[in-house]
């Protein structure tokens, strides 16, 4: 199966989240992606042959600037985008971001991406200057479509990954994903 023209089509059915994609290239951040729930909610809802996008309650756009690493630019970017177009965007740096989670300093985005606490979630898709669909995976996209939700190997941490699992409620919203630790 190809995952990327699968996962590609849908997004181009989808006004919101293809909107938000040109948006978020228009802004020539380096080494950027719309991630996370973004493309994973995508691929969960039509596996599950959902009638309606479940609503993203937030849209994280992930980059790499290791030249200018303060959260007030997030803050700026978050803010030309809501302007651009109402949504619940999330805008994070992620040459910063090791600093939170404890983690010696990432090399770029997809690096930081290797490390969060599900493989499934370390999935991004960014579009180029002609509008070429590109994806941004550390562990591929064929995860996606098992229907599991699994910890991250490099991220051994199963209080965490469990908490998100229930706090996230992704089994009651896709009743057909099974944990996979």
């Not at 803050?75 to 939170?100: C, D, F, G, T, Y």
């Not at 990432?106 to 590109?134: C, L």
Request: with cysteine; aromatic share 10%.
């Amino acid at each position: 199966m190809n995952y990327e023209s699968l996962i590609k089509s849908w997004l181009q059915l989808d006004n919101t989240r293809y909107s938000a994609l040109l948006i978020a290239s228009e802004l020539g951040l380096n080494d950027w992606c719309l991630s996370a729930g973004f493309l994973r909610n995508l691929v969960w809802d039509n596996l599950h042959q959902k009638e309606h996008p479940t609503p993203l309650n937030d849209i994280d756009l992930v980059y790499y600037n290791s030249d200018n690493i303060c959260p007030e630019t997030d803050k700026e970017v978050e803010n030309n985008l809501r302007n651009q177009l109402s949504l619940p965007w999330s805008v994070k740096n992620q040459a910063r971001m090791h600093i939170r989670n404890q983690d010696l300093p990432y090399s770029s985005t997809s690096d930081a991406m290797s490390y969060w606490p599900e493989i499934e979630t370390a999935v991004g898709v960014n579009m180029d200057k002609a509008r070429n669909i590109k994806f941004m995976a550390p562990f591929g996209l064929e995860h996606l479509f098992n229907k599991t939700i699994t910890i991250n190997p490099k991220r051994r941490k199963p209080a965490v990954f469990y908490n998100r699992v229930r706090s996230k409620n992704w089994q009651a919203i896709w009743p057909g994903l099974r944990v996979s630790a």
